[in-house]
C-alpha cells in the first residue's frame, strides 16, 4: 500500500527565514510525486511534479527535490503570502487512472 | 497551468432534498476526474473516480446510491448528493487530469446542510 508521510505537521517561520518541508514516500513504482499549495476554503493549487530521483524544480522562493525515498520543498526567505497548507502526494504507476495518495500536509505560518 | 471550475461555491440545502455540483475542465479535455471531500484540518478523501463515458469507481465506504456521479463530457463531471443530511456537510473537491497524469484542481465547493 502506497504511504506518504509528511513532516512537520506545522512550521512557523519569520518572513526572510529560510527552511524545508519534508515528505517520505512508500510506493511499489512512482510514476510522480507532486507538491500542491492549499489556502483555507480553497482548493489545492499546483506546483511541482517530480518524476525521477535526483530531479529539482523551482518555482519563485520554491525548490522541490525528489530522492528515492523522500522529497523535499525548500522555501528561500518565505514572506507571508507563503502561508498555506503544502500537501504532498505520489502517483504509483501501477494504479489506473491517475490517483494520488495525499500526505497530511505541513501547515506554514509565517510571521513579518 | 491549466483551469478547472467548480459551480457552485457554496451551497445550503435542507436535509432530504439533493444537490448538484459541477466541476468542469476550462482549457483542457479530461477524460478522468476525480472527487474529493475534506474535512476541517484534514488531508483530502478520495471519494471516487469519475471516467467519461463510463461508470463512476467509488473508493471503498463511499455509498454510490448517495454520491451520484455522471461525467457526460470530456469537459465535465457532476456530482449530486442525495437524500441530503447533516454529516454530508462538508467541502467537495473535484479534479481533473491532464493527458500528463498531473492532477489540477477546482475551487472547492462548501456544503451545508440544515
Known amino acids: 500500500e502506497d504511504q506518504v508521510t509528511q513532516s512537520p505537521e506545522a512550521l512557523r517561520l519569520q518572513e526572510g527565514e529560510s527552511s524545508s518541508l519534508n515528505c517520505s514516500y512508500t510506493?511499489?513504482?512512482?510514476?510522480?510525486l507532486f507538491w500542491y499549495r492549499q489556502d483555507p476554503g480553497k482548493g489545492p493549487e499546483f506546483l511541482f511534479t517530480?518524476?525521477?530521483a535526483g530531479e529539482e524544480k523551482e518555482k519563485e522562493r520554491l525548490k522541490a527535490t525528489l530522492t528515492k525515498k523522500e522529497s523535499f520543498l525548500h522555501i528561500t526567505a518565505p514572506k507571508p503570502e507563503d502561508s498555506a497548507t503544502y500537501l504532498c502526494a505520489v502517483q504509483d504507476s501501477g494504479t489506473s487512472y491517475g490517483k494520488l495518495t495525499f500526505g497530511q500536509g505541513t501547515i506554514l505560518t509565517v510571521h513579518p | 497551468g491549466a483551469v478547472v471550475s467548480q459551480h457552485p461555491s457554496r451551497v445550503i440545502c435542507k436535509s432530504g432534498t439533493s444537490v448538484k455540483i459541477e466541476c468542469r475542465s476550462l482549457d483542457f479535455q479530461a477524460t478522468t476526474m476525480f472527487w474529493y471531500r475534506q474535512f476541517p484540518k484534514q488531508s483530502l478523501m478520495l471519494m471516487a473516480t469519475?471516467?467519461?463515458?463510463?461508470?463512476?469507481?467509488?473508493e471503498q465506504g463511499v455509498e454510490k446510491d448517495k454520491f451520484l456521479i455522471n461525467h457526460a463530457s470530456l469537459t465535465l463531471s457532476t456530482l449530486t448528493v442525495t437524500s441530503a443530511h447533516p454529516e454530508d456537510s462538508s467541502f467537495y473537491i473535484c479534479?481533473?487530469?491532464?493527458?500528463?497524469?498531473?492532477?489540477?484542481f477546482g475551487p472547492g465547493t462548501r456544503l451545508t446542510v440544515t
Open positions: 469519475s471516467n467519461e463515458g463510463s461508470k463512476a469507481t467509488y
Open positions: 517530480l518524476y525521477s
Open positions: 510506493v511499489s513504482g512512482l510514476r510522480g
Open positions: 479534479s481533473a487530469l491532464t493527458d500528463v497524469y498531473e492532477q489540477y
